[in-house]
Nanobody, 115 residues
């Protein structure tokens, strides 16, 4: 069973930056994709950013140009740089790994954007 552990969340002012990291307990080299999802109170979990094994990326429209996802297979890590944060980015952020046919989730890290 692969374990994913997120870190890097916290409280930041609007316009600020955070970098989230997710470390896997085993190699992610053959993972089809790694991604970040978020869930705000009372809302459904949504895809924020995803990076596939071929290096291709996709982002939610709401974060395009502000967030950047990256993947380091050698370190079993996927990260997401979040810039120009807005109050509406406040949510619990979850790391997700997909290695067909299995899906793995981290425990989540809280990101709060507030002045």
């Amino acid at each position: 069973q692969v374990q994913l552990v997120e870190s890097g969340g916290g409280l930041v002012q609007p316009g600020g930056s955070l970098r989230l990291s997710c470390v896997a307990s085993e190699s992610i080299f053959r993972f089809n994709s790694m991604g970040w999802y978020r869930q705000a109170p009372g809302q459904a979990r949504e895809l924020v950013a995803q990076i596939r094994s071929d290096g291709s990326r996709n982002y939610a429209d709401s974060v395009k140009g502000r967030f950047t996802i990256s993947r380091d297979n050698a370190k079993n890590t996927v990260s997401m740089q979040m810039n120009s944060l807005r109050p509406e980015d406040t949510a619990v952020y979850y790391c997700r790994g997909f290695s067909f046919p299995n899906v793995y989730w981290g425990q989540g890290t809280q990101v709060t954007v507030s002045s």
